[in-house]
């Protein structure tokens, strides 16, 4: 018999379009994946025409890590352990995404207190990962001062993570139904600190970097994507606001009652690297808006954790005193409990713009699938078109401008 | 004309590009008479906030037998399959054993190239035997040296800054010494 010819799509051919042999000017040059500009392992296939960009093909798979097949292995509980490990910058975001799909699924009501903290939390994660991003960007053009300020800033934050939830990167602190422990007494203190000083600090970084004319002129008119592109590439987060779409999952879809916050979406129209540059920026000040106002609201005591029997782990005090407490206790830390059959789909606004968990459950103690929908990776296929046509060194100015994280990008 | 008014143009670019930079510049000085940010750690104790989770110590009662009861429920509890326990009886009286209980764990074992610190298993003991530290110096130079013993962890307790052992108590913690951690507990 003979084998079926294979007809592969002209559209996966032009993806690949290669260097073409009779124009001896063009080359085709790797960047990455060791190239410390590509804030991680993306290895860009750039196809050059002297300096300029041809084509830019983004090989990924280099951070592959299998977290999506790993979380159909652990329990419904033990998966915020790993979901802080994609996008470990914006670690808390992507906790409290998976914790409210299953929490739609169960339809378990989240107490106020712990929806406050988790804002907050969120909102002070949002800040370090746009401080990562603004260190790292400025640095690519040649901005070392403004990485060390950065970086010093984010230093507070993460002693803050580490003050509540005892890690800095990995926190695991959001849980299916709330948090996992209530504040700390010299939480607020160290909040209220941080947040004094950002203002000035954002004032610094005016000051330092948006007023550079050298800055402005390296990102001015780079990597330019239209608003009609930017929506056809289904981009989000601070790259589809650069190009004048005004799209923030914190105001079309709210959840963690983000409806009740006073804040603004900065849009910007320009569609270049400085658009995108001065979102992120106006953001940070609007993050820090919220967390004033999160925190005010955090005064008082409350229950931190849903009031479902099934989710948290009895009182200790009980459970060593009672037997029937100390199997349900048992029972619930090695078995775990079980998610009602169904699908469900919940988004949330990252740092990088719309991440979502398509969650699917069958009934038993580990979800049957956890489908995610990172921002970075979908940000990232846009890359080739916001860089054709520029020079090879602003690639590098794009780069950052969208802001990935190759472990969202590879899952 | 034009060619004149490209040379002002570009004296513009350089007078403005001047003057941003400086403007820069101005920042940059203004921290210098700053406090250093910066502690240099092995000389200079670090502060660490109580909730930190470092490496786990397994804890004794005040009569210095141990809590754990070998019920596996932190191995269970583990999403990261880190901790091999292998469970004994020992029928001796209260005075003689080494564990609170008839059952002990004559094997305690934590993988540290599988752990990550979750703090799952310290929420599921039932004894509170397994605890965090505050430990964070891990450097070895084998995989095989990052599996921790159970006399490691059973150690690891009398490293904690404010952990003083008590007269039941202190035979262990000389048998087991080790430095206390150069740490600030906030
Ligand atoms: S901290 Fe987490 S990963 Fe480490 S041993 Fe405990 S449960 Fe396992
Ligand atoms: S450490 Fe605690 S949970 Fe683990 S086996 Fe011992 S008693 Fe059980």
């Given at each position: 018999m003979q084998p079926k010819e294979i007809v592969v799509p002209t559209s996966s051919i032009s993806m690949l379009r290669r260097p073409d042999p009779l124009a001896d000017t063009q080359m085709t040059v790797s960047l990455g994946p060791q190239h410390p500009s590509t804030h991680g392992v993306l290895r860009l296939e750039l196809v050059l025409d002297g300096e300029t960009v041809v084509n830019a093909i983004p090989d990924i798979g280099y951070l592959h890590t299998g977290i999506e097949k790993t979380m159909e292995k652990e329990?419904?509980?033990?998966?915020?352990?790993?979901?802080?490990?994609?996008?470990?910058l914006n670690s808390m975001g992507n906790d409290l995404g998976y914790c409210l799909a299953v929490e739609k699924l169960m339809g378990v009501e989240v107490p106020k207190r712990a929806q406050d903290l988790r804002v907050l939390l969120t909102e002070l994660n949002r800040l370090s990962s746009h401080l990562v991003w603004f260190g790292t960007h400025a640095m690519d053009l040649g901005a070392m001062t403004a990485f060390f300020y950065a970086f010093t800033e984010r230093e507070r934050i993460l002693d803050i993570f580490e003050c509540v939830s005892g890690a800095r990167l990995h926190q695991s602190y959001f849980i299916i139904g709330g948090v996992r422990w209530d504040i700390p007494e010299n939480f607020p203190a160290l909040v209220r600190d941080l947040l004094d000083r950002f203002r000035n600090f954002l004032d610094e970084c005016r000051r330092l970097v948006t007023g550079n004319r050298i800055f402005q002129r390296r990102t001015k008119g780079v990597g330019v994507i239209s608003k009609k592109d930017a929506i056809d590439w289904g981009l989000s987060g601070p790259t589809i606001r650069g190009s004048g779409v005004n799209w923030d999952v914190r105001k079309a879809e709210p959840y963690s009652g983000y409806d009740t916050?006073?804040?603004?979406?900065?849009?910007?129209?320009?569609?270049?690297?400085?658009?995108?540059?001065?979102?992120?920026?106006?953001?940070?000040?609007?993050?820090?808006?919220?967390?004033?106002?999160?925190?005010?609201?955090?005064?008082?005591?409350?229950?931190?954790?849903?009031?479902?029997?099934?989710?948290?782990?009895?009182?200790?005090?009980?459970?060593?005193?009672h037997i029937d407490v100390m199997i349900h206790h048992f029972?619930?830390?090695?078995?775990?409990?079980?998610?009602?059959?169904g699908e469900v789909y919940q988004s949330i606004e990252s740092a990088r713009g719309e991440l979502g968990y398509y969650v699917v459950s069958d009934g038993a103690e580990r979800p049957?699938?956890?489908?995610?929908?990172?921002?970075?990776?979908?940000?990232?296929?846009?890359?080739?078109?916001m860089v054709e046509g520029q020079l090879l060194a602003d690639v590098v100015a794009v780069i950052g401008s969208i802001d990935i994280v190759l472990g969202d990008v590879d899952r | 004309m034009s060619i004149l008014s490209n040379i002002i143009d570009a004296a513009k670019e350089v007078v403005e590009v001047a003057r941003t930079t400086a403007q820069g510049m101005s920042v940059t000085?203004?921290?210098?008479?700053?406090?250093?940010?910066?502690?240099?750690y092995p000389e200079e104790a670090v502060t660490i906030y109580r909730r930190f989770r470092g490496e786990h110590f397994l804890d004794v009662n005040e009569d210095g037998k141990e809590k754990c009861v070998s019920c596996f429920l932190c191995a269970a509890a583990c999403p990261a399959d880190a901790i091999y326990i292998e469970g004994a009886e020992d029928q001796r009286p209260y005075e003689e054993r080494i564990g609170q209980d008839h059952r002990y764990a004559k094997v305690y074992q934590i993988d540290y190239g599988r752990c990550i610190l979750c703090g799952f298993c310290v929420d599921a003991c039932p004894t509170d035997a397994i605890n965090h530290g505050h430990n964070f110096e891990w450097a070895v130079f084998t995989p095989g040296e990052m599996v921790k013993d159970k006399d490691f962890l059973l150690a690891n307790k009398w490293r904690e800054p404010d952990v003083t052992p008590n007269e039941n108590q202190l035979h262990l913690a000389a048998r087991q010494k080790m430095d206390k951690l150069n740490i600030i507990l906030k």
């Open positions: 329990k419904w509980q033990q998966v915020v352990t790993i979901t802080c490990r994609m996008d470990y916050y006073d804040f603004r979406v900065p849009v910007y129209h320009d569609g270049d690297v400085w658009s995108r540059y001065l979102v992120r920026m106006d953001e940070m000040e609007e993050s820090v808006k919220i967390c004033y106002e999160a925190l005010d609201r955090l005064k008082g005591s409350g229950s931190v954790m849903a009031d479902h029997p099934k989710l948290n782990l009895p009182e200790r005090d009980l459970m060593k005193q029972l619930l830390a090695s078995e775990g409990f079980t998610v009602p059959i049957y699938r956890v489908r995610v929908r990172a921002p970075s990776y979908v940000n990232l296929s846009a890359l080739p078109a | 000085l203004s921290h210098i008479p700053t406090r250093k940010e910066t502690v240099s």
